[in-house]
């Protein structure tokens, strides 16, 4: 069983910065963050792989960097040069399978930190 907090999250001006940070527990192999806008699917903002690759969602074009601490147990998403449709409920996900940047392939969710980005 994996567990997973998240924190960070808030109100921001566009073109500001963000770090998301998720303390995870349990046994995993691929883990990132995702986010769900009302009325959208939910889409991979940024994954870490099996073999410790980094991908990211198409939207991202290089603004965002996830990191991995393999002896705190987290994983963070710092966030620059936001845009209001970057505004949605971020989640943490684990998986038991390297399913990369699909998100339907997630077993594990916390349970979100909203982030709002104001023009």
């Known amino acids: 069983q994996v567990q997973l907090r998240e924190s960070g999250g808030g109100s921001v001006q566009a073109g500001g910065s963000m770090r998301l940070s998720c303390v995870a527990s349990?046994?995993?192999?691929?883990i990132g963050w995702f986010r769900q806008a009302p009325a959208r699917e939910r889409e991979a903002a940024a994954v870490?792989?099996?073999?410790?690759?980094?991908e990211y969602g198409h939207f991202v074009e290089g603004r965002f960097t996830i990191s991995k601490d393999s002896v705190r147990n987290t994983v963070d998403l710092q966030m620059n040069a936001l845009r209001p449709e970057d505004t949605a409920m971020y989640y943490c996900?684990?998986?038991?399978?390297?399913?990369?940047?699909?998100?339907?392939?997630?077993?594990?969710w916390g349970q979100g930190t909203q982030v709002t980005v104001t023009p």
């Open positions: 349990g046994p995993y192999v691929s």
């Open positions: 996900g684990a998986a038991e399978w390297d399913y990369r940047l699909n998100f339907r392939g997630y077993k594990y």
């Open positions: 870490v792989t099996k073999n410790g690759n980094l």
